[in-house]
């Protein structure tokens, strides 16, 4: 699917905005700040978080905003990967956004494969095929929080594209969980991407 | 005292436009004009087969016996009525096969069938009685089935509903939604009786029970019914009956017989002939073959319902019976025709290009494989019709799989169009070899590689593995593909580049089957993305995601 109009902000451009000015302020006790908000926030009604309010609100465009009163879609999207962010970012030195040109387009499921070796890949698997078949958003965002705490354990060298996780559950608010679904799990299990094509054969 | 007589009698049904209309018309007219009718256009694919037929052993009986110009070859004698009489010497073969093609080539350029045929049928005319006492056109009179000579009193009797294959209705079974209904199932016109007689020789079954004599053996069912039909077709009935006339047969051994069709033999000699030990040689005697002695009283009021006797006759050789040029074949490695090609139906429910390499390849291709003669023919007369876009249709007749009774029950009918110089381009690097590689890929990436995701699938889902979902799945993905290929095949010119045409397929066939492949993504619950635990622990369990991936790692390494 073609993101809609190209010079017009979308949910990819702006959590990359976002995030980039998080990454400046990093060092700084204010940024700092940010994120403790940020993870304070989850689970809590934004009524009662206004400490986040200007950091995912400033950089938003006019029509992300919710003139009701209720999250609109794309500021759900945002303020989820915000927070999940800033959880995987929490003590860490290096920056866990990915931001590099030529990959900018990965989604989370391959990010989640580096998790898959060894003994525990069974377990890990059944940790991702519960969060892909969630029924709601609400129970995705749980499981996907979850398995980020794992990836932040476990490999600290992983780094997710935030902003394409961002594209992506806002297009998963959007009904088009299934399409979602798929490209994370056809990637999660993919074999040849990320690896040498050579190593395909011995497995 | 003969009634309806074929030759001047209109009975046979052609297509004289494209918009579909058709006539019923006679011999004389069908030869005089067939380079107007556009096609046979009898009542079934399987008629028109056989009526061809008919049609190709009076040309066959004319043109081996005289030239395009109705001058006799001087390499045997011709009596009166038209019959060689005496056998070719060896040493002139050559010279006569040399002949042959001429007269063919003269046809073919001539467009049209000169006299001879005419003065032929003419001369044999009181044989082509639909209703005789002595001579009936593809039937036995009263006395070759007196009841000292078969098996029971009385002969089986067919009605009418059983010899119209539009109905095919028995006196056990009703069948609910036939073309006709009450008591007109069993009426037939004239021209109908004479059409489904004809058909029905070729294609009868074994439902009947009374035999000649006691002893038993082995009953034909007609040969037609036994066969793949191959034929071919022009852009109209003369370029058609041409194409198909394979004169110089391709099996040199079958060039010296004489040609014996039907009508210049009584009925008590043919029934004779069919239980001697001497093999079939001749095509005019293989295409007017008959499954069985059928008598047709002669007090029939065929405004009543109709019905005629039937004895069954002996069948065929099959063994390597390569005198029929129309036909696919298998090899035997095992049963009790090891070793030796027996003739192979097409499949119902699959389309031609999967035999496009039983059809089209040379017989050296591949170790035992027999190619139809018909396509060796079109070989041989490559030169004369170059560059010609030419039909390949096929027919069979669908039995019900009982062997005791074998009943046609539907026909199996495709057509594919091509190039003609791409089915004589045999050479190693040539047109053949590599549309028949395109064909072998397809049928493998479909057959195996799709199969083998559909498959996991099917266990991820713990489906019975008879489960039809794998066949369906696969049937359907080879629907899918079926009309592109067939656009791809006819869109094929000699002078394209066969690295990009081929490529050209291999790309779209990647994308339906990728596109099929993701349909049943796009269609999986979510017990399918958390899948099965496999007992092996090597393999991590298994589900939608992991099998589809296994899927296109093979699909992109084909």
């Known amino acids: ?203 | 005292m003969g009634k309806f007589n074929l030759i001047e009698e209109p009975w046979i049904s052609v297509l004289t436009d494209e918009k579909g209309t058709t006539k019923e018309v006679s011999l004389i007219d069908l030869f005089q004009n067939a380079g107007r009718y556009k096609d046979l256009a009898g009542d079934s694919p399987t008629q028109n087969f056989a009526i061809l037929r008919l049609l190709l052993a009076i040309l066959h009986t004319v043109f081996s016996r005289f030239d395009a110009d109705g001058q006799p070859y001087h390499y045997f004698e011709i009596d009166d009525r038209l019959r060689q009489i005496s056998t070719i010497d060896e040493e002139d073969v050559e010279d006569y096969s040399e002949d042959l093609y001429r007269t063919w080539n003269e046809m073919w350029q001539n467009k049209e069938f000169k006299d001879i045929i005419y003065q032929y049928l003419n001369t044999w005319h009181d044989r082509f009685y639909l209703f005789d006492d002595k001579f009936p056109f593809y039937q036995v009179t009263e006395a070759v089935i007196a009841p000292d000579k078969i098996s029971k009193k009385k002969a089986s009797s067919v009605s009418g509903k059983t010899i119209n294959r539009l109905v095919s209705e028995s006196g056990n079974k009703i069948a609910l939604f036939s073309p006709k209904h009450g008591s007109n199932k069993e009426i037939l016109t004239a021209p109908e009786i004479a059409r489904w007689l004809v058909t029905f020789q070729g294609y009868s079954g074994l439902s009947d029970k009374v035999i000649f004599g006691k002893e038993k053996y082995r009953a034909s069912k007609g040969w037609l019914f036994d066969i793949g039909g191959v034929f071919l077709k022009g852009n109209n009935l003369f370029e058609t009956l041409l194409l198909n006339l394979v004169l110089v047969h391709p099996k040199s051994e079958h060039i010296e017989y004489k040609q014996k069709p039907c009508w210049e033999y009584s009925s008590q000699e043919i029934v004779d002939r069919s239980f001697s030990i001497n093999k079939v040689n001749n095509i005019a005697e293989l295409y007017t073959n008959w499954s069985r002695a059928i008598y047709i009283d002669l007090e029939t009021d065929i405004s009543k319902a109709f019905s005629f006797n039937i004895v069954k006759l002996p069948d065929i050789e099959h063994q390597d019976q390569f005198l029929e040029p129309m036909t696919i074949w298998r090899y035997n490695k095992s049963g009790e025709n090891k070793g030796k090609h027996t003739p192979r139906k097409h499949q119902a429910g699959q389309s031609m290009w999967r035999s496009f390499g039983l059809i089209t390849l040379p017989n050296s291709y591949e170790e035992d494989q027999e190619r139809p003669s018909i396509m060796n023919w079109i070989d041989n007369i490559s030169e004369s019709i170059n560059n010609f876009d030419i039909t390949i249709e096929s027919v069979s007749m669908k039995d019900d799989g009982n062997a005791t009774s074998w009943v046609p029950v539907d026909e199996i009918y495709d057509s594919l169009k091509i190039n003609d110089l791409l089915i004589t381009d045999s050479a190693d690097d040539g047109w053949l070899i590599r549309i028949n590689e395109a064909v072998d890929r397809t049928k493998e990436v479909v057959g195996e590689t799709y199969r083998r995701f559909l498959v996991d699938v099917r266990n991820i889902r713990k489906l019975d593995s008879n489960h039809q979902f794998v066949n369906r799945g696969v049937e359907d993905l080879y629907y899918a593909i079926d009309q592109p290929f067939r656009e791809w095949l006819s869109s094929i010119k000699p002078a394209d580049s066969k690295r990009e045409k081929i490529s050209q397929w291999y790309n779209s066939l990647d994308q339906i089957v990728d596109d099929h492949a993701e349909k049943v993504l796009e269609n999986a619950t979510y017990r399918d993305y958390i899948g099965i635990k496999s007992e092996d622990q090597k393999n991590n369990g298994a589900n939608i995601i992991t099998a589809y991936n296994k899927f296109k790692y093979f699909l992109n390494k084909q």
Do not use: C
Request: aromatic share 8%; hydrophobic share 35%; glycine share 4%.
């Open chain 1, 1 to 203: 699917m073609k993101e809609h109009v190209l010079d017009k902000d979308n949910v990819f451009t702006v959590t990359g905005r976002i995030l980039g000015r998080l990454e400046e302020i990093r060092d700084y006790s204010s940024g700092k700040a940010a994120l403790a908000n940020l993870r304070n926030s989850i689970g809590r009604p934004l009524s009662e978080t206004i400490d986040v309010w200007p950091i995912v609100f400033e950089q938003m465009p006019e029509h992300f905003l919710s003139k009701n009163g209720k999250l609109t879609s794309e500021e759900k999207a945002i303020l989820t990967t915000l927070q999940i962010y800033a959880l995987h970012q929490q003590g860490q030195s290096v920056n866990v956004n990915k931001r590099s040109e030529k990959e900018k387009w990965n989604n989370i499921g391959i990010s989640l494969k580096a998790l898959r070796n060894g003994e525990d890949t069974i377990a890990i698997d059944s940790r991702f095929n519960t969060m892909i078949t969630s029924t709601t958003f609400e129970e995705l965002i749980h499981h996907l929080r979850q398995l980020v705490r794992i990836l932040k354990a476990k490999k600290q060298n992983e780094k997710i594209v935030y902003a394409r996780l961002a594209n992506d559950l806002y297009w998963y608010l959007r009904n088009q969980e299934e399409n979602v679904r798929l490209s994370w799990a056809k990637a999660y299990y993919s074999k040849l991407e990320n690896t040498e094509k050579g190593d395909v054969s011995n497995d």
